[in-house]
Structures are given as structure tokens and as C-alpha cells.
T-cell receptor, first 118, second 111 residues
């Protein structure tokens, strides 16, 4: 089955610790995205990547880092500089083929990782 | 700036029809998307609109008016499993496919 796999489902971070959230897709999608969801707020974009070895900051990139060494993988590291990391983290991907505004723009989401601070 | 407004909560009765509105103000527009999100789960794609008018997909329909910055999601023959949050999102980033999401409308379907 094709899809987006996020792991772990739950993650706990200690003070001063960096943690890495995994996101893998086998949909052959070019573009991948990381969002953060907090209660009462819309999803907010952290980082996105449209092609391997390239990624761009989103609206709330401070305290986070990413890499895109393979098309299938887009891991997110929550660094100790992120002072309020408790949230639901969602990874998404899209094909990005063709013109903007069509089916290729549809972003499909993984099941998410819930990060809490110990 | 970018802004999307949706009602916070709505209640409807099983078997009925409900309309969830979304208004947006964005620096660009390349499509509007609706997602369904059950509590604690990932959003799942429902529909998208690029041009003005109505798009129908089974029990779900979505309407767009670009001149008014307005969309709605129409759910027919409501079922209990439709109780969820419904997210409106706009692609304002063009080729970058950057989306801005509304805070979501929590729909409660009652028997």
C-alpha cells in the first residue's frame, strides 16, 4: 500500500535534548512538508522541500531543522532551541507535477507524531 | 497577510444537510482545499476548487467564489461518522504549493 509513514507515534523530549521525527513516503511524490498543529490553531508550515537536496523554511522554522537526502524521506529535528515543542506534528507530500492549482497540489498526510516535553 | 476564517463549531442532525463556510484573504490563490480530521488523527483530503462553481463528490460538495473570497463545504445525508473537524486551506504560494489553513470547524452530528 502506498502512503506516508510517520514514526514514532508518541515522543517525549527532555530539557536540552534534540529529537528527530521520521517521515517516509512511497508515493513517488516530489514535494514534502512538515506542519505543526496546536489546539485552537490551524496547521502551520515548518519546512518544505520540492526536490531532493533542497528545502525551504516555512512560517515557523526557528528551532527546527530538516534534511532531504532521499526522495522518500524528510526527517524533522526538533532542537533544544525550540522552547515550546509540545504539539502534533504532521508530515505531508504532493506530486507537484503540472500546473499549480490542480490535483498535483493535493497534499496527503501521514498519521502524525505527538511530541511532549518531560 | 494571509487569513482564513471558519466557524469554530457547528451541530447538525443525522440525515440532515450542513454547510460549512470559509472566507479567505490571501496574497495569492491557486486553489482551495477541504480536509476532514477526526480527533487525534491526520487530515484526509475531501475536495478542492480552483475555478468558481460547485464540485460534487458523492455526499460532499464544495463551492468557490474567487471574487468574494468565499467557499463552502456541503455535507448531505449526515452520518454519525461525519463528526469531525473540517479544515479549509488555500494554496497561496503558487509554484511552492504553500498552504494556509483555517483553524477548522468542529462538526458534531447528533442522532
Amino acid at each position: 500500500d502506498g502512503g506516508i509513514t510517520q514514526s514514532p507515534k508518541y515522543l517525549f523530549r527532555k530539557e536540552g535534548q534534540n529529537v528527530t521525527l521520521s517521515c517516509e513516503q512511497n508515493l513517488n511524490h516530489d514535494a514534502m512538508y512538515w506542519y505543526r498543529q496546536d489546539p485552537g490553531q490551524g496547521l502551520r508550515l515548518i519546512y518544505y522541500s520540492q526536490i531532493v537536496n533542497d528545502f525551504q523554511k516555512g512560517d515557523i522554522a526557528e528551532g527546527y531543522s530538516v534534511s532531504r537526502e532521499k526522495k522518500e524521506s524528510f526527517p524533522l529535528t526538533v532542537t533544544s532551541a525550540q522552547k515550546n515543542p509540545t504539539a502534533f506534528y504532521l508530515c505531508a507530500s504532493s506530486t507537484r507535477k503540472g500546473l499549480a492549482g490542480g490535483p498535483s497540489d493535493i497534499q496527503y498526510f501521514g498519521a502524525g507524531t505527538r511530541l511532549s516535553v518531560l | 497577510g494571509q487569513n482564513i476564517d471558519q466557524p469554530t463549531e457547528m451541530t447538525a442532525t443525522e440525515g440532515a444537510i450542513v454547510q460549512i463556510n470559509c472566507t479567505y484573504q490571501t496574497s495569492g490563490f491557486n486553489g482551495l482545499f477541504w480536509y476532514q480530521q477526526h480527533a487525534g488523527e491526520a487530515p484526509t483530503f475531501l475536495s478542492y476548487n480552483v475555478l468558481d462553481g460547485l464540485e460534487e463528490k458523492g455526499r460532499f460538495s464544495s463551492f468557490l467564489s474567487r471574487s468574494k473570497g468565499y467557499s463552502y463545504l456541503l455535507l448531505k445525508e449526515l452520518q454519525m461518522k461525519d463528526s469531525a473537524s473540517y479544515l479549509c486551506a488555500v494554496n497561496y504560494g503558487g509554484a511552492t504549493n504553500k498552504l494556509i489553513f483555517g483553524t477548522g470547524t468542529l462538526l458534531a452530528v447528533q442522532p
